[in-house]
């Protein structure tokens, strides 16, 4: 059972004052009654010593019959029996037994005292009379002899009526007090109580939710202080709150106006946020608190997933989704382990691209007949022309070659850049595999009159890779390196390092500056036209490289000085 605190004060409070009051029962009847027994010695011994005279003078006259009749009488006038007795212990007289019949006294505790010559008195059961009583003895003395013992006693049974009634008032006083002690502990505990009720009360509304809540306490107090902190802070706290929902509703509308779609997840996959668009995307309603994969299973988002989660880091990857391409954006906060994605539509654009690119091949193809023609009717006509007009004949015969050279290349980017591309993979060995392709350009190396180095390490472990591809790859960038070399040499070095082949096609050419570096990946970009031109090229090479390596999941780096040369890196991963 609760007990309410009111409860626990007010029976505090009754259990003090109850063992207060019987505390002072207990001590005051303890004391009024020792105080009365001293009263009532005293009296004894005054009324012992007013008689004293009288009795030294029947002990000195020895009438006893005399002093029996004295003691007898003076015993009733005093409500108090009288006992005379000798120094031996003989009882003399007695106002209310026969003294012959009386037992020797010399034993009893206040005759002793009083023979010895002091006040005695003993508050004891009486052997004669069978009742409690009290006595008080004084030594009767002629000169400094003693002659006799005056014992004067009294029923206690006066005291005990005297007694009762006062213990009866002091019970009466007591339960007043008892009473009006308990009318104000109920109304101390009260007061203590109601305060700290309505505290409670306030705090419980808070707590539900309820900020419309002022707590008004009477009593200028510590409570009131509490009372006002906790007004103070409820206030606040409304505001704060006014202000957060106002901040979320902002967000949420915002989160739902995104074109985007946009997905939270905590770290055990749980949807935490997601906005219109991704239900669109999805095709559910109400997916918060469902795992993402009982909402969209789709293995590349699952891959994507893992992977941000293990690596820690945003990936952007592009993903089909439902039949519809999106560019996943997915991002990892590491501070509440989270991983926030966003899905762009790129359907329609990859729609568009699609039609391009069909576009280019479909050209590229188109152009390669006729112009394979052109090349083979031009060098034809080359032999039957003059001098002057063989000048036009081989001009018109580089550009069909440089055409040709183009369409190769776009066609090949394009096979490149096909989403679903399918690599023919097996081991292959590099070192073979270059040795190959140096041999094709073995004449043009001589020609220019340039030096050869290939070198590459024993034992080079195999890559997992197409060989087809990977031999284009060498023809780009050795071709490019003799191309853009005039002389000095050409070093092409072949090394494993990490679980990694290391491929390094460094010349001592024209170099490439700074600022073009970063873009010579990219189609149709050349850092001086005229020169590519004049040497055949289509600006295609590299972005043919750049993806073969991707495809192969290596990684490619250049660095290069103007005037120095140029180092080509690519890094491709051992089978294992
Ligand atoms: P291109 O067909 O014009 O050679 P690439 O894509 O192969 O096209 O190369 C892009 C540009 O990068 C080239 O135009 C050239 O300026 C520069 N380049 C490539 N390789 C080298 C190299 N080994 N030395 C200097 N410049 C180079």
């Given at each position: 059972?609760?007990?309410?605190?009111?409860?626990?004060?007010?029976?505090?409070?009754?259990?003090?004052?109850?063992?207060?009051?019987?505390?002072?029962?207990?001590?005051?009847?303890?004391?009024?009654?020792?105080?009365?027994?001293?009263?009532?010695?005293?009296?004894?011994?005054?009324?012992?010593?007013?008689m004293e005279s009288r009795i030294y003078q029947f002990l000195k006259d020895k009438n006893f019959d005399g002093l029996n009749s004295f003691v007898k009488g003076l015993g009733e006038t005093t409500g108090t029996r009288i006992t005379i007795i000798d120094p031996e212990g003989v009882v003399l007289a007695d106002s209310e037994e026969n003294p012959e019949l009386m037992e020797n006294h010399a034993t009893r505790p206040e005759i002793?005292?009083?023979?010895?010559?002091?006040?005695?008195?003993?508050?004891?059961?009486?052997?004669?009379?069978?009742?409690?009583?009290?006595?008080?003895?004084?030594?009767v003395r002629e000169e400094v002899e003693l002659i006799g013992v005056i014992r004067v006693s009294l029923f206690l049974e006066q005291i005990k009526i005297l007694l009762n009634s006062i213990r009866r008032d002091i019970i009466w006083v007591t339960i007043i007090i008892i009473f009006l002690s308990?009318?104000?502990a109920f109304l101390f505990s009260r007061s203590l109580t109601v305060p700290i009720k309505e505290l409670v009360n306030a705090s419980s509304k808070v707590a539900?939710?309820?900020?419309?809540?002022?707590?008004?306490?009477?009593?200028?107090?510590?409570?009131?202080?509490?009372?006002?902190?906790?007004?103070?802070?409820?206030?606040?706290?409304?505001?704060?709150?006014?202000?957060?929902?106002?901040?979320?509703?902002a967000l949420d509308t915002i989160i739902s106006s995104i074109h985007e779609g946009l997905l939270v997840l905590d770290k055990k996959g749980k949807i935490l946020l997601s906005n219109k668009s991704f239900k669109k995307i999805c095709g559910f309603e109400n997916i918060e608190g469902k795992l993402y994969w009982e909402v969209i299973r789709?293995?590349?988002?699952?891959?994507?997933?893992?992977?941000?989660?293990?690596?820690?880091?945003?990936?952007?990857?592009?993903?089909?989704?439902?039949?519809?391409?999106?560019?996943?954006?997915?991002?990892?906060?590491?501070?509440?382990?989270?991983?926030?994605?966003?899905?762009?539509?790129?359907?329609?654009?990859?729609?568009?691209?699609?039609?391009?690119?069909?576009?280019v091949v479909n050209v590229s193809h188109e152009l390669r007949t006729p112009l394979t023609a052109i090349k083979g009717?031009?060098?034809?006509?080359?032999?039957?022309?003059?001098?002057?007009?063989?000048?036009?004949?081989?001009i018109v015969l580089r550009h069909t070659e440089r055409l040709i050279n183009i369409v190769k290349d776009l066609l090949a980017l394009s096979e490149l850049e096909e989403s679903r591309i399918k690599l023919e993979v097996e081991n292959v060995n590099l070192?073979?595999?270059?040795?190959?392709?140096?041999?094709?350009?073995?004449?043009?190396?001589?020609?220019?009159?340039?030096?050869?180095?290939?070198?590459?390490?024993?034992?080079?472990?195999?890559?997992?890779?197409?060989?087809y591809r990977l031999e284009q790859m060498f023809i780009n960038l050795i071709e490019n390196a003799i191309k853009y070399t005039d002389k000095g040499e050409i070093r092409v070095t072949l090394k494993s390092e990490n679980k990694e082949v290391k491929l390094e096609?460094?010349?001592?050419?024209?170099?490439?500056?700074?600022?073009?570096?970063?873009?010579?990946?990219?189609?149709?970009?050349?850092?001086?036209?005229?020169?590519?031109?004049?040497?055949?090229?289509?600006?295609?090479?590299?972005?043919?490289?750049?993806?073969?390596?991707?495809?192969?999941?290596?990684?490619?780096?250049?660095?290069?000085?103007?005037?120095?040369?140029t180092s080509f890196v690519i890094t491709l991963p051992v089978s294992t």
């Amino acid at each position: 059972m609760k007990r309410t605190l009111f409860f626990k004060i007010f029976t505090g409070y009754i259990l003090i004052i109850l063992s207060i009051s019987s505390l002072f029962l207990l001590f005051s009847f303890k004391s009024i009654r020792e105080n009365q027994i001293n009263l009532l010695k005293d009296n004894l011994e005054n009324i012992a010593l007013s008689m004293e005279s009288r009795i030294y003078q029947f002990l000195k006259d020895k009438n006893f019959d005399g002093l029996n009749s004295f003691v007898k009488g003076l015993g009733e006038t005093t409500g108090t029996r009288i006992t005379i007795i000798d120094p031996e212990g003989v009882v003399l007289a007695d106002s209310e037994e026969n003294p012959e019949l009386m037992e020797n006294h010399a034993t009893r505790p206040e005759i002793l005292n009083a023979l010895y010559g002091r006040t005695g008195s003993s508050l004891r059961y009486s052997a004669t009379v069978k009742k409690e009583m009290l006595y008080v003895a004084i030594p009767v003395r002629e000169e400094v002899e003693l002659i006799g013992v005056i014992r004067v006693s009294l029923f206690l049974e006066q005291i005990k009526i005297l007694l009762n009634s006062i213990r009866r008032d002091i019970i009466w006083v007591t339960i007043i007090i008892i009473f009006l002690s308990l009318i104000g502990a109920f109304l101390f505990s009260r007061s203590l109580t109601v305060p700290i009720k309505e505290l409670v009360n306030a705090s419980s509304k808070v707590a539900d939710g309820n900020y419309d809540v002022k707590i008004y306490l009477k009593n200028k107090d510590e409570l009131w202080s509490l009372a006002e902190s906790l007004n103070n802070m409820i206030e606040r706290t409304k505001v704060l709150i006014t202000n957060l929902s106002e901040q979320k509703e902002a967000l949420d509308t915002i989160i739902s106006s995104i074109h985007e779609g946009l997905l939270v997840l905590d770290k055990k996959g749980k949807i935490l946020l997601s906005n219109k668009s991704f239900k669109k995307i999805c095709g559910f309603e109400n997916i918060e608190g469902k795992l993402y994969w009982e909402v969209i299973r789709d293995p590349e988002l699952g891959e994507l997933i893992r992977d941000v989660e293990k690596e820690r880091t945003g990936i952007i990857k592009e993903i089909e989704l439902l039949g519809k391409n999106y560019i996943c954006n997915a991002s990892y906060l590491s501070k509440y382990e989270e991983i926030v994605l966003t899905f762009i539509n790129i359907t329609e654009m990859k729609g568009v691209e699609k039609i391009k690119k069909d576009f280019v091949v479909n050209v590229s193809h188109e152009l390669r007949t006729p112009l394979t023609a052109i090349k083979g009717f031009m060098e034809t006509l080359g032999e039957s022309v003059d001098k002057k007009n063989r000048r036009y004949v081989e001009i018109v015969l580089r550009h069909t070659e440089r055409l040709i050279n183009i369409v190769k290349d776009l066609l090949a980017l394009s096979e490149l850049e096909e989403s679903r591309i399918k690599l023919e993979v097996e081991n292959v060995n590099l070192e073979k595999l270059l040795k190959n392709v140096i041999t094709i350009y073995e004449n043009e190396i001589k020609n220019k009159k340039l030096k050869f180095v290939f070198e590459s390490e024993k034992k080079l472990p195999a890559i997992k890779g197409d060989s087809y591809r990977l031999e284009q790859m060498f023809i780009n960038l050795i071709e490019n390196a003799i191309k853009y070399t005039d002389k000095g040499e050409i070093r092409v070095t072949l090394k494993s390092e990490n679980k990694e082949v290391k491929l390094e096609v460094k010349d001592t050419g024209v170099g490439i500056a700074e600022e073009h570096l970063t873009r010579i990946f990219e189609r149709f970009y050349v850092v001086d036209k005229s020169r590519s031109r004049k040497l055949g090229g289509t600006g295609l090479g590299l972005s043919i490289v750049k993806h073969i390596v991707l495809l192969h999941k290596g990684n490619i780096d250049v660095k290069s000085t103007p005037g120095e040369g140029t180092s080509f890196v690519i890094t491709l991963p051992v089978s294992t």
